[in-house]
């Protein structure tokens, strides 16, 4: 049987966290800043965690992660 590939966007956007959890970036911080707060694109900064609902796509998409 052959190996199965990983999908390479996937892989670019997503990584494991030590507890399982998968993070990702925040989305809207490439453009059309000046009309958002400080704080706004400060907590744009931090990463987050792939929800629940997602979490199950995101793994059959990382099959070695």
Do not use: W
């Not at 990983?6 to 000046?34: D, Q, V």
């Not at 707060?37 to 099959?63: E, F, G, M, Q, T």
């Amino acid at each position: 049987m052959q190996k199965m590939k990983t999908r390479r966007a996937a892989a670019k956007r997503f990584n494991l966290t030590g507890s399982g959890e998968i993070r990702r970036n925040k989305a809207y911080k490439s453009h059309i800043l000046e009309k958002k707060s400080p704080k706004r694109k400060r907590n744009l900064r931090k990463a987050a965690l792939v929800n629940a609902a997602d979490k199950k796509r995101a793994i059959k998409c990382l099959p070695y992660a």
